[in-house]
């Protein structure tokens, strides 16, 4: 910045936060130093901006611009503003790197949207490409569903392919996905839309959730708490656990303290719902019949199911089996 007058060199390292203390500043207050509008601040920015691109002082750093370009492009050629900086710059640096990405000439800015994070790109088609393939892929997800991360890579690779894109690596798949507001990872490596709970986790219920999911069958209350711990690294109290779970429809008490997600075809309710939800279901059947459906659902003692029997929404017909009263 040399070669620039003393009052847009100063705009400029006040703009970016290039002084002493690190500290970018708003329009509006360098507008109020000077005594002019914001508007007339940004119009010397991007003059200022432009002077340092034209000046004999960029072309002697010229090579440096091609490494910072090269630099970008091995990571992915679009990304996202947060990971540009943290491959990129050490934090005490980061303002300094944000500036030489405004001034180089190779690189182009987009700013922050509903569907995507503020990001950089040195290839409009790819950048394109890739974030067209962003919002087909959020739009492909259902809302509550969860999808391992190697498959939902193989996904996101297809989208990519039919966008025009082949054969990425991994990593930049992943600096990609990053870009999108609409796509999100929970803690356990798992993949789906951003604003689903299974994905942005908030609180002991989500974190039950991801814990049974985990496991694949029941679990006591005691368990889980102690799972989410073990998995997440947080304290989860047993009794507030159970607390929680009680609340949320995603599961379902089965057995004394024993919960199990609905999603697994579980259905809410006591001993007596269950046996009426059969009979709906099925029509009459013997005591073995039923008792053995039951136990498919609940986890409890035959004598537990044969006692909800004997309520009287139930009739025992003459050839024994049992069907709902009329």
């Avoid at 490494?67 to 980061?94: M, P």
């Avoid at 709970?197 to 209350?221: C, E, Q, W």
Wanted: no cysteine; hydrophobic share 35%.
């Amino acid at each position: 910045m040399s070669e620039l007058q003393d009052r847009s060199r100063h705009i400029l390292v006040e703009r970016f936060g290039l002084g002493p203390k690190g500290v970018s500043r708003t329009l509006d207050s360098i507008g109020k130093e000077y005594g002019i509008t914001r508007e007339r601040i940004r119009q010397i920015e991007n003059h200022a901006v432009e002077q340092v691109r034209e000046s004999s002082k960029y072309a002697e750093h010229s090579a440096h611009f091609n490494d910072l370009k090269a630099a970008l492009h091995s990571l992915g050629t679009i990304l996202s503003d947060e990971t540009v900086l943290s491959q990129i710059a050490d934090e005490k640096d980061r303002d300094h790197v944000v500036f030489l990405l405004t001034v180089g000439h190779h690189f182009t800015d987009r700013r922050e949207s509903n569907d995507f994070h503020a990001r950089w790109h040195i290839d409009e088609h790819i950048a394109d490409q890739v974030e067209r393939a962003l919002a087909n892929l959020a739009d492909s997800i259902e809302p509550d569903k969860l999808i391992p991360e190697e498959e939902f890579m193989q996904i996101f690779s297809k989208a990519l392919k039919q966008e025009g894109i082949k054969n990425r690596p991994n990593d930049v798949l992943s600096r990609w996905l990053v870009i999108s507001k609409r796509i999100g990872r929970n803690p356990l490596g798992e993949w789906g839309r951003a604003e689903s709970p299974h994905v942005r986790i908030k609180n002991t219920r989500d974190f039950a959730y991801l814990t049974l999911r985990r496991h694949g069958s029941p679990m006591h209350f005691t368990e889980v708490a102690n799972n989410i711990k073990d998995l997440f690294s947080r304290n989860a109290h047993p009794a507030t656990t159970h607390n929680e779970l009680i609340k949320d429809a995603r599961f379902v008490l089965v057995g004394r303290g024993l919960y199990a997600l609905k999603e697994w075809g579980y259905q809410p309710g006591v001993v007596r719902d269950v046996i009426r939800q059969i009979l709906e279901r099925e029509g009459a059947l013997s005591r073995e019949e039923i008792v053995e459906r039951v136990r498919r659902e609940r986890y409890v003692k035959d004598a537990t199911i044969a006692a909800n029997l004997q309520h009287g929404i139930f009739t025992r017909l003459p050839d024994g089996r049992h069907s709902l009263v009329k």
